[in-house]
């Protein structure tokens, strides 16, 4: 909880609600007839509407990006670290824009929220969606805020997918494009990490094949082990170590299999904590974008080719010790970016934080990143 | 990757005027993006600078140069062939692991490739090892032995070796002083009075 508002906090902020009555045919070959979008907004649009910039969230994030919701909140918003007056993504420069993607339990429709068809919660009826469909709905939602062009599209991990797939379903909307802790899809691996959480949700016994709405239920273990199995995949061997080590709780072994290991103590505390923020079949939805995400697939299985069309120019950021979005992951944007004579820049931050680093404020981080928006912010004043 | 960060950089302008307009350019080590700045400038390319610096890389993003972040030593595996119309690396040959087998790559990802480097057969190299017996410390070698990142030093007739052994063509050379002048006498004993050498290469 602030006792005061950090000066370079964008302070207390309110989420709205827009609601879509025009039909969305969806990738899976459904279609969500009227739907709703829950976002944020940081700074002020221009006359022009030239400084508006488009964050797109990832895995377990929402619209809530920055500031505070109330003077009550634990924690601010899950980019403070780069979004606010001052800071990199700079409010007094732009105008930030951040949704809650659809299928997401913050109050864009999902499958907690009623399905009008049946006056219950959609459940596992509420339709896959991919980052194409999110990329679909995002345009929607430029074209009711009367935004033409985002300056810049920027992402993280799940949301650096959803930059790229801007630049191939949209190229003229937007000019600038951020790629952080990204890939241009998942590797077997990541599946995998992806398959073992969904099966530990969807094996508890109070998730009711996705209904435990309506069984007053949540599927709290499956969803705490999901969580902490992310956990682990999201920070580094090295980060693990430098922050528990083997440290144990009660100074001593107690032979037994209560939490022992302070390691132990702090997954558990963030599988519970999660469960209390997040509903279990949103968190299969997104597990299941991810995987989906290939947009060489529908190209040959080229990735140039995919990002042949690409109008803005980019910025690619990877960290050197996150093993879930690799560094040769963002290379791999990076060699498909070049072969197209598209503009970009590439760095690899030296850090032990893994994959979490990209809401970290590393100072080398930062500079990069900054760098390449003031460019952005020259071009919003002249 | 540069071994003369601070200092004016004597062979630049010879390699701008050297490269084609509207041309695609690789700049292996490009520092803080000097060159291809100005070769946008000047000779509107295209071009990308590898760099293992983050803070060079900071410095051509402010100036609007495209800067990937690569170690040269890791070689250019990921380039195809004949991708850049110039492959360009200053004063980065001496500093890398394996010049022989970076030249070949960069002739096999760039139809041309321009190198410069310190000339170690310059005099003021030759007279402190003759006659002062150690390693020599000149303008161009600002570092002593144990620091310097230049482990591969040559001279002209080293690199001019290098390339005959390789099927390298040397399609034009350079020498100049720090302040970028070639004189008569230079380029009658290159390898004795020349500073900076700046080499035009391409595979036979």
Redesign the interface.
């Known amino acids: 909880m602030p006792d005061t508002i950090p000066e370079n906090s964008v302070g207390l902020v309110t989420s709205q609600t827009m609601h879509f009555d025009a039909p969305l045919a969806l990738v899976c070959g459904r279609t969500l007839d009227n739907y709703d979008l829950v976002y944020e907004t940081y700074g002020e649009l221009n006359a022009d509407k030239s400084n508006a910039i488009l964050i797109c969230h990832a895995l377990s994030s929402d619209q809530h990006a920055a500031g505070y919701h109330s003077m009550e909140d634990r924690k601010p918003g899950w980019w403070e670290s780069c979004i606010g007056p001052g800071k990199v993504i700079d409010t007094n420069h732009f105008f930030v824009v951040c949704p809650n993607n659809l299928g997401g339990c913050k109050g864009s429709s999902g499958p907690s929220s009623i399905n009008p068809e049946t006056g219950k919660p959609y459940g596992p009826d509420f339709p896959i969606v991919t980052v194409k469909d999110w990329v679909e709905s995002q345009a929607r939602f430029a074209d009711k805020l009367n935004i033409d062009t985002w300056l810049a599209v920027i992402g993280g991990s799940l949301g650096g997918m959803q930059v790229l797939q801007w630049n191939i379903d949209f190229p003229g909307r937007l000019k600038h494009a951020a790629v952080i802790a990204a890939a241009p899809k998942l590797t077997a691996q990541n599946i995998g990490f992806n398959e073992v959480a969904r099966q530990a949700i969807m094996h508890d016994v109070d998730f009711h094949e996705g209904r435990y709405y309506e069984h007053n239920t949540v599927p709290r273990r499956g969803l705490m082990l999901a969580r902490m199995l992310g956990h682990i995949t999201y920070l580094s061997d090295d980060a693990m170590r430098e922050k528990f080590g083997r440290e144990l709780r009660q100074g001593q072994i107690s032979y037994g299999f209560d939490v022992e290991f302070q390691v132990e103590s702090y997954l558990r505390y963030q599988g519970e904590s999660f469960v209390d923020r997040f509903d279990a079949n949103t968190y299969l939805l997104m597990t299941k974008a991810l995987d989906y995400f290939d947009p060489a697939g529908d190209f040959d299985d080229d990735l140039a080719k995919a990002l042949s069309k690409a109008k803005s120019d980019f910025?690619v950021i990877s960290f050197s010790s996150d093993w879930r979005f690799a560094p040769e992951r963002s290379?791999e944007i990076?060699?498909a970016l070049?072969?197209n004579?598209h503009?970009?820049?590439?760095?690899?931050?030296?850090v032990s934080h893994g994959h979490d680093a990209f809401l970290i404020p590393i100072k080398?981080y930062l500079?990069?990143f900054g760098?390449?928006m003031?460019?952005l912010v020259k071009e919003v004043s002249s | 990757m540069n071994s003369i960060n601070n200092q004016v950089r004597p062979d630049l302008q010879t390699i701008c005027e050297w490269i084609q307009p509207k041309t695609r350019i690789l700049d292996l080590g490009c520092g803080d993006g000097t060159l291809l700045s100005m070769l946008k400038t000047e000779r509107d390319v295209n071009g990308y600078g590898l760099e293992i610096e983050i803070s060079n890389i900071v410095k051509c993003i402010n100036s609007g140069v495209n800067a990937i972040h690569a170690d040269l030593n890791a070689g250019l595996s990921e380039f195809d062939d004949k991708a850049f119309d110039y492959v360009v690396m200053t004063q980065a040959l001496q500093a890398v692991e394996r010049p022989d087998r970076l030249l070949n790559d960069m002739l096999r990802v760039g139809r041309e490739g321009i190198v410069t480097f310190p000339n170690f057969g310059h005099w003021r190299s030759r007279l402190q090892l003759f006659f002062g017996g150690h390693m020599p410390m000149t303008p161009s070698l600002p570092s002593k032995w144990f620091n310097t990142q230049n482990i591969h030093l040559c001279t002209l007739q080293d690199f001019e070796q290098l390339c005959a052994d390789n099927n390298i063509k040397i399609l034009q050379r350079t020498v100049v002083d720090r302040d970028h002048k070639s004189s008569f006498g230079m380029r009658l004993f290159p390898n004795l009075l020349g500073e900076v050498a700046i080499y035009r290469i391409q595979n036979s």
């Not at chain 1, 970009?344 to 931050?349: K, L, Q």
Request: aromatic share 10%; proline share 0%; charged share 40%.
């Open positions: 910025l290379r990076v060699k070049r072969e004579q503009d970009v820049s590439y760095a690899e931050i030296e080398e500079d990069v760098a390449w003031g460019h």
